[in-house]
């Protein structure tokens, strides 16, 4: 993920304090580290979210309104699937807005992988149902209701998604 180790200042705290090779062999470490934990195939820990919707389409005019939402999916991702991710996709700053098609269209390997990425690094859960646009990196990135929580989980056998990117003062509620 070096594209969001330059942007958040890593790169830049590290090439000050020591050096950019240091930089380096932080980098391919992050790259060498899972995206996703499937703990006893029943709990999934992901740092930010799920697979987001098909097909990928982002709608003109969407907002941030809970009631505004993309259905859920008629195709839901499986861990199977996801686990054919090339771990080593780079996302640059263009990845996100790439991450969107303006029609309904069949998906590359490449540009499946990609998606996934960027749902797994970036996208938020939201108190509506279905799927929502997140406007924290750019277009692209989407937020998730509790019903595409749900039949995520339903689909993959899973008890529980643990998102190890947000905080909850009591816990996991």
């Not at 995206?35 to 992901?46: A, K, S, T």
């Not at 790439?98 to 859960?125: G, H, I, N, Q, T």
């Not at 646009?133 to 277009?139: C, Q």
Request: with cysteine.
């Amino acid at each position: 993920m070096l594209e969001a180790n330059v942007i958040y200042g890593f790169a830049g705290e590290t090439g000050r304090k020591y050096d950019m090779d240091l930089f380096n062999l932080f980098s391919e470490a992050f790259r060498n580290l899972p995206l996703l934990h499937l703990v006893n195939n029943e709990v999934l820990v992901v740092h930010a979210g799920i697979p987001g919707p098909r097909p990928r389409v982002w709608l003109p005019g969407q907002t941030h309104d809970p009631e505004d939402a993309v259905p859920v999916n008629a195709e839901c991702a499986t861990i199977a699937e996801i686990r054919t991710v090339d771990r080593y996709t780079e996302l640059s700053p263009n990845s996100y807005k790439d991450a969107v098609d303006e029609a309904p269209r069949a998906e590359e390997k490449w540009e499946k992988d990609m998606r996934f990425m960027v749902d797994f690094l970036w996208s938020d859960p939201r108190g509506g149902a279905g799927y929502g646009p997140s406007y924290r990196k750019s277009r692209g990135v989407f937020m998730f209701g509790p019903d595409v929580t749900d039949q995520f989980c339903r689909v993959n056998n899973l008890k529980l998604v643990i998102r190890s990117h947000e905080v909850k003062a009591d816990g996991w509620l």
